[in-house]
């Protein structure tokens, strides 16, 4: 008997019985169903988490802490060891993002200084890091690419950065522009310094009388799209190369009289480590940790948040699979009813010489065929389902939102590697459920079976 034979007989067999067949299908809808708009809403908490983190930060990137390098036994983070994780595996760039530890300055911009703003907003940062670490430019150039001339200090500019200065000339609210704020007919009001046109100059604050001040001019090379996953610096800061920051510091300290053994000795308080993906962020950072270093990561908290989701993933999923346990009892009695009935039928063909195994895969075959098509109906329903959920999600919310919250975009989600296990999944179960039907049917005598009414 060819196979042809087995799926046009399966088949006939399945549509003499349509009562019968019909509702075991719908057993088997009704599972594939509740299984995968289970495991869905799990999936969708996963996609939630990940938009709502990825709104926090960057998720391939790790913050390393030493906290002033007051431990020993764990090797500073100066340079030298910032160059030796940047050339660890799947890192792209390792830098700090230094704060000066000593150095009072401002920044003034405007005929006769008028306009003034505090430069506690500097940071220094590798050149060649800022590409990697994914600072967008709305205009200009980065560090690394832009000429510099004279003795002006290269430096990219937050967004909104000259809404950091104020009205030297000006009291209270008048001295002030912040971003948003509108003029009496409702007109937006452009801060008092355009970044990229106006000179803007540092000069340091002299700690006494007899101090030396420091004065350089700032050279705007570029403009940082604000991106507040990237930090305040987008926004409102400054970004120097960071040797060019410390050789600034160092000036300042020496102008200044101020003092310190440890400067050049503890290293840096804490570095930023890019990755190459987000699945090597884990590995990476257990890298890091191996030195003694604590780290933080947006990955950590991700991996956290989705242990939890995986556990009510598996309780959603378990509550679906008894609906699915139920379709198999099902799938079980039919076929058992049918050898029932057909048990002459399969006298008659074990008398015509057919053999075991073809009457076994005849039984098999409907049952699968039963699971496939319920599976097939079950899926195409979640997706409607799915659709539904997410278009009112919502109204669910204010309904359900205790029993199923929203993390994200979409209440439920189902890719097509869930459509494809569903549909699998449902097939085996039906196969697995006409086993033992299958084995009795092979088991019945011939000659009982052709005098069996």
Same mark, same amino acid.
């Given at each position: 008997?060819?196979?042809?034979d087995?799926?046009s007989?399966?088949?006939?067999?399945?549509?003499?019985?349509?009562?019968?067949?019909?509702?075991?299908?719908i057993?088997?809808?009704?599972?594939?169903?509740?299984i995968v708009?289970m495991?869905?809403?799990?999936?969708?908490?996963?996609?939630?988490?990940d938009?709502?983190?990825?709104?926090?930060?960057?998720?391939?990137?790790?913050?390393?802490?030493?906290w002033?390098?007051?431990?020993?036994?764990?090797?500073?983070?100066d340079?030298?060891?910032?160059a030796?994780?940047?050339?660890l595996?799947?890192?792209?760039v390792?830098?700090p993002?230094?704060?000066?530890?000593y150095?009072?300055?401002?920044?003034?911009?405007?005929?006769g200084?008028?306009?003034?703003?505090?430069?506690?907003?500097?940071?220094?940062?590798?050149?060649?890091?800022?590409?990697?670490?994914?600072?967008?430019?709305i205009?200009?150039?980065?560090?690394?690419?832009a000429?510099?001339?004279?003795?002006?200090?290269?430096?990219?500019?937050?967004?909104?950065?000259?809404?950091?200065?104020?009205?030297?000339?000006?009291?209270?609210?008048?001295?002030?522009?912040?971003?948003?704020?509108?003029?009496?007919?409702?007109?937006?009001?452009?801060?008092?310094?355009?970044?990229n046109?106006?000179?803007?100059?540092?000069?340091?604050?002299?700690?006494?009388?007899?101090?030396?001040? +420091?004065?350089?001019?700032?050279?705007?090379? =570029? %403009? #940082?799209?604000?991106?507040y996953? &990237?930090?305040?610096?987008?926004? *409102?800061?400054?970004?120097?190369?960071?040797?060019?920051?410390?050789?600034?510091?160092?000036?300042?300290?020496?102008?200044?009289?101020i003092?310190?053994?440890?400067y050049?000795?503890?290293?840096?308080?804490?570095?930023?480590?890019k990755?190459?993906?987000?699945?090597?962020?884990?590995?990476?950072?257990?890298?890091?940790?191996?030195?003694?270093?604590?780290?933080?990561?947006?990955?950590?908290?991700?991996?956290?948040?989705?242990?939890?989701?995986?556990?009510?993933?598996?309780?959603?999923?378990?509550?679906?699979?008894?609906?699915?346990?139920?379709?198999?009892?099902?799938?079980?009695?039919?076929?058992?009813?049918? +050898?029932?009935?057909?048990?002459?039928?399969? =006298? %008659? #063909?074990?008398?015509?010489?057919? &053999?075991?195994?073809?009457?076994? *895969?005849?039984f098999?075959?409907?049952?699968?065929?039963?699971?496939?098509?319920?599976?097939?109906?079950g899926?195409?329903?979640?997706?409607?389902?799915?659709?539904?959920?997410?278009?009112?999600?919502?109204?669910?919310?204010n309904?359900?939102g205790?029993?199923?919250?929203?993390?994200?975009?979409k209440?439920?989600?189902?890719?097509p590697?869930?459509?494809?296990?569903?549909?699998?999944?449902?097939?085996?179960?039906?196969?697995?459920?006409?086993?033992?039907p299958?084995?009795?049917?092979?088991?019945?005598?011939?000659?009982?079976?052709?005098?069996h009414?």
């Amino acid at each position: 008997m060819r196979i042809s034979d087995l799926l046009s007989l399966s088949f006939e067999n399945l549509r003499r019985r349509k009562g019968r067949t019909t509702l075991t299908i719908i057993g088997v809808i009704v599972g594939t169903c509740s299984i995968v708009v289970m495991v869905s809403l799990g999936i969708a908490m996963n996609v939630g988490f990940d938009e709502m983190i990825s709104q926090w930060g960057d998720l391939t990137q790790i913050q390393v802490y030493n906290w002033g390098g007051s431990n020993s036994d764990v090797p500073k983070l100066d340079d030298k060891m910032v160059a030796e994780l940047d050339a660890l595996e799947h890192v792209k760039v390792a830098t700090p993002i230094y704060n000066a530890r000593y150095l009072n300055a401002q920044i003034f911009a405007g005929k006769g200084d008028r306009y003034v703003m505090d430069a506690y907003n500097i940071v220094g940062i590798y050149p060649e890091a800022i590409k990697e670490l994914e600072y967008e430019l709305i205009s200009g150039k980065y560090l690394d690419e832009a000429a510099v001339s004279g003795k002006k200090l290269p430096v990219l500019v937050g967004q909104y950065a000259g809404y950091g200065f104020t009205d030297s000339k000006k009291r209270g609210e008048k001295a002030y522009r912040w971003q948003g704020q509108t003029d009496a007919q409702g007109n937006p009001l452009d801060p008092f310094v355009d970044v990229n046109k106006d000179k803007l100059t540092l000069k340091t604050v002299k700690q006494e009388d007899n101090s030396k001040q +420091i004065t350089y001019e700032l050279q705007v090379t =570029g %403009v #940082m799209l604000e991106d507040y996953k &990237k930090g305040y610096v987008t926004s *409102q800061g400054i970004v120097m190369d960071l040797n060019t920051l410390k050789r600034l510091e160092k000036e300042y300290m020496k102008a200044n009289g101020i003092k310190d053994a440890n400067y050049d000795k503890q290293g840096y308080d804490n570095i930023y480590v890019k990755v190459d993906d987000v699945d090597n962020v884990e590995a990476v950072e257990k890298a890091i940790q191996d030195y003694g270093y604590d780290t933080y990561s947006m990955s950590s908290e991700r991996d956290r948040m989705r242990e939890q989701s995986q556990m009510i993933q598996m309780i959603l999923g378990g509550l679906g699979a008894v609906s699915l346990f139920v379709a198999a009892l099902s799938i079980a009695n039919t076929m058992t009813m049918a +050898i029932y009935e057909r048990t002459r039928e399969i =006298g %008659v #063909m074990k008398v015509l010489g057919c &053999k075991l195994g073809k009457i076994r *895969q005849m039984f098999l075959l409907e049952a699968a065929m039963i699971g496939f098509v319920g599976g097939v109906l079950g899926v195409g329903i979640s997706y409607t389902l799915s659709f539904l959920m997410n278009h009112f999600g919502p109204m669910l919310q204010n309904v359900l939102g205790s029993i199923l919250p929203m993390y994200g975009s979409k209440m439920s989600v189902i890719p097509p590697w869930l459509a494809l296990v569903g549909i699998l999944f449902s097939t085996g179960i039906g196969i697995l459920s006409g086993i033992m039907p299958a084995n009795r049917a092979v088991k019945i005598s011939a000659l009982e079976a052709i005098r069996h009414e």
